[in-house]
Nanobody, 120 residues
Framework: QVQLVESGGGLVQPGGSLRLSCAAS????????MDWYRQAPGKQREFVAT???????AYAVSVEGRFTISRDNAKNTMYLQMNSLKPEDTAVYYC??????????????WGQGTQVTVSS
């Protein structure tokens, strides 16, 4: 019954900013790791950023210094603040919550994706 809902995508000019959100529904006890991936047209899905329950963070080299990942455990929500956006950031961005523990099970879940387009 866990479902992830993404929001915040849109069209921005190069150098602009967007903030993506990913929120999980359901009665969730804990989430081990929250991740962002993206997939550009004709490309493989690639890792963007991850944040663990203890706050440990890792970024892809392509976004480090420009993107900031964060999480609000009380809201079961993850964010991606994207600054200094480049055309090559254009992609569908997917969130992933791993090790989601509910009352009956532990599992991994994906969001539906949100489109980010960086263009003049």
């Amino acid at each position: 019954q866990v479902q992830l809902v993404e929001s915040g995508g849109g069209l921005v000019q190069p150098g602009g900013s967007l903030r993506l959100s990913c929120a999980a529904s359901g009665s969730i006890f804990s989430i081990d790791a929250m991740d962002w991936y993206r997939q550009a047209p004709g490309k493989q899905r690639e890792f963007v950023a991850t944040i663990a329950r203890d706050g440990s963070i890792a970024y892809a080299v392509s976004v480090e210094g420009r993107f900031t990942i964060s999480r609000d455990n009380a809201k079961n929500t993850m964010y991606l603040q994207m600054n200094s956006l480049k055309p090559e950031d254009t992609a569908v961005y997917y969130c992933s919550f791993r090790g989601v523990t509910t009352w009956l099970k532990r599992g991994d879940y994906w969001g539906q994706g949100t489109q980010v387009t960086v263009s003049s």
